[in-house]
């Protein structure tokens, strides 16, 4: 079965431009998380969706959006770029919402912001 | 709020040298809990997981026992690889908030010849 697959892999941007990142799930995965990674802060978490709804959001600001298709895959948006969005971010699929269940992590997108 | 603290790293072993890296937790509830590993330039992959206490999780030569009591969930391997050497992240999962893994800062494991 495939894995978390996550594009794209590399994103350079500049301040005040947006992004788009995609996750795809593995295959009857419906909850898909998104995590940011960078060396000062280490893993946040952003947001959960299941089922096209976001079921669970963390403390970032509202730069930071997303959603779920009925295919489950997943976008995350960020507007407005500042230099600290730079990072790798990271998603997460798991077969429920996850309580007790795993989360399978994709290889993720390293963004740059210049 | 739910928290995960590890040991600093990085830690730098010969190989064949046991292997302990300290991981406790503070939540409220009954966490699952988790040990991911980050190789150079790759995403997280899950080597092991307990879900309640007394529970011992293990995965290619690595053991972890969920302990309650002390509120730990320390990873051990008795003969560590060259291959072995990435950064390990302790993590944990509350029933209260479901879908949000807490994570510890990651310990980096250097193993040399």
């Known amino acids: 079965k495939a894995g978390v697959t996550q594009t794209p892999r590399y994103l350079i941007k500049t301040r005040g431009q947006q992004v788009t990142l995609s996750c795809s799930p593995i295959?009857?995965?419906?909850?898909v998380s998104w995590y940011q990674q960078t060396p000062g802060q280490g893993l946040q978490f952003l947001f959960e969706?299941?089922?096209?709804?976001?079921?669970n959001k963390g403390n970032f600001p509202g730069r930071f959006s997303g959603r779920q298709f009925s295919n489950s895959r997943s976008e995350m948006n960020v507007s407005t770029l500042e230099l600290g969005d730079s990072a790798l971010y990271l998603c997460?699929?798991?077969?429920?919402?996850?309580?007790?269940?795993?989360?399978?992590f994709g290889p993720g997108t390293r963004l740059l912001v210049l | 709020g739910d928290s995960v603290t590890q040991m600093e790293g990085p830690v730098t072993l010969s190989e064949e040298a046991f292997l302990t890296i300290n991981c406790t937790y503070t939540?409220?509830?009954?966490?699952?809990l988790f040990w991911y590993v980050q190789y150079p330039g790759e995403g997280l992959q899950l080597l092991l997981k307990?879900?309640?206490?007394?529970d011992k999780g293990s995965n290619k030569g690595f053991e972890a026992t969920y302990r309650k009591e002390t509120t730990s969930f320390h990873l051990e391997k008795g003969s560590v690889q060259v291959s072995d050497s990435a950064v390990y992240f302790c993590?944990?999962?509350?029933?209260?908030?479901?879908?949000?893994?807490?994570f510890g800062t990651g310990t980096r494991l250097q193993v040399t010849l």
């Open positions: 969706y299941f089922s096209e709804t976001q079921r």
């Open positions: 307990a879900t309640k206490a007394d």
């Open positions: 939540a409220t509830g009954y966490p699952s």
């Open positions: 295959s009857g995965h419906r909850s």
């Open positions: 997460a699929s798991s077969l429920d919402p996850p309580g007790q269940e795993t989360q399978y």
């Open positions: 993590a944990l999962i509350n029933t209260g908030t479901a879908s949000k893994l807490t």
